[in-house]
């Protein structure tokens, strides 16, 4: 698994596709925090980071399936796949590689937001006038939902040997789980509540409020892990 994480890990850092997803993150959230008139926290008047928080998953819809969208799509359409499973490695350990590779690329693109928390914290009135555990809560969050949008790309990639194909279908996967059971429930009557909490939202939402709750956590770990099993099924199967 280390073998394959820090092939596909090093194939991110030789391309374009890591420095352009980090630059795009970076840029398009930092004109949302800072420039646009909008979502500005300058214009807004509070020392809070509403604005990454509820923008950053719209972004990342877009931008982790276009890092995963090449995990096993590239490989299989080149014809590399095969050389791949004749290594001593497990289903698992390709695609839990692959997974962990990708994820890190997202953390290592979310890292430098910390800046904001800083400056927002200097900017209060008074200083420190920032809800901090709200802040941690949601950086949790926003890291989990991150894993859960990188084993949902890497599931769309190993169904297909077209990027582009791979690309569309994880980036509608992710907006179903983020939001779409959200919208799903206000038709659901009595049954609301239950198809809510199916959802990304309602979890993420829970954290953002500063409140570690082990039932958000396990919701997160067991989405990622029940796309990560489907994925190793898909590639098990040898059928492309």
Same mark, same amino acid.
């Given at each position: 698994?280390?073998?394959?994480?820090?092939?596909?890990?090093?194939?991110?850092?030789?391309?374009?596709?890591?420095?352009? +997803?980090?630059? %795009?993150?970076?840029? #398009?959230?930092?004109?949302?925090?800072?420039?646009?008139?909008?979502?500005? +926290?300058?214009?807004?008047?509070?020392?809070?980071?509403?604005?990454?928080?509820?923008?950053?998953?719209?972004?990342?819809?877009?931008?982790?399936?276009?890092?995963?969208?090449?995990?096993?799509?590239?490989?299989?359409?080149?014809?590399?796949?095969?050389? *791949?499973?004749?290594?001593?490695?497990?289903?698992?350990?390709?695609?839990? #590689?692959?997974? *962990?590779?990708?994820?890190?690329?997202?953390?290592?693109?979310?890292?430098?937001?910390?800046?904001?928390?800083?400056?927002?914290?200097?900017?209060?009135?008074?200083?420190?006038?920032?809800?901090?555990?709200? +802040?941690?809560?949601?950086?949790?969050?926003?890291?989990?939902?991150?894993?859960?949008?990188?084993?949902?790309?890497?599931?769309?990639?190993?169904?297909?040997?077209?990027?582009?194909?791979?690309?569309?279908?994880?980036?509608?996967?992710?907006?179903?789980?983020?939001?779409?059971?959200?919208? *799903?429930?206000?038709?659901?009557?009595?049954?609301?509540?239950? %198809?809510?909490? *199916?959802?990304?939202?309602?979890?993420?939402?829970?954290?953002?409020?500063?409140?570690?709750?082990?039932?958000? %956590?396990?919701?997160?770990?067991?989405?990622?892990?029940?796309?990560?099993?489907?994925?190793?099924?898909?590639?098990?199967?040898?059928?492309?």
């Amino acid at each position: 698994m280390i073998r394959v994480f820090a092939k596909e890990f090093n194939s991110f850092l030789n391309s374009l596709i890591a420095y352009i +997803v980090i630059g %795009v993150f970076l840029t #398009g959230i930092g004109l949302l925090v800072w420039v646009f008139k909008d979502t500005s +926290v300058l214009d807004y008047g509070y020392a809070d980071m509403d604005t990454l928080f509820s923008m950053g998953p719209y972004v990342f819809i877009f931008l982790i399936p276009a890092i995963t969208m090449k995990s096993f799509a590239e490989e299989k359409k080149l014809g590399t796949m095969e050389l *791949l499973l004749t290594k001593p490695l497990s289903d698992w350990d390709i695609v839990v #590689g692959k997974f *962990l590779a990708s994820f890190a690329l997202v953390l290592i693109a979310l890292a430098p937001t910390l800046i904001y928390y800083f400056s927002i914290n200097r900017l209060g009135n008074p200083v420190g006038n920032i809800d901090t555990a709200g +802040v941690a809560g949601s950086y949790i969050g926003l890291s989990l939902l991150a894993m859960i949008f990188c084993a949902i790309g890497i599931l769309a990639s190993s169904l297909t040997t077209n990027q582009i194909v791979s690309f569309i279908f994880a980036a509608f996967l992710c907006f179903i789980f983020y939001s779409g059971f959200d919208s *799903l429930s206000a038709l659901s009557g009595s049954w609301a509540l239950a %198809v809510k909490q *199916l959802g990304i939202l309602y979890h993420y939402e829970a954290l953002s409020k500063g409140l570690i709750d082990s039932r958000d %956590v396990i919701y997160f770990l067991s989405v990622a892990g029940l796309m990560l099993l489907c994925a190793k099924t898909v590639i098990g199967s040898r059928q492309w």
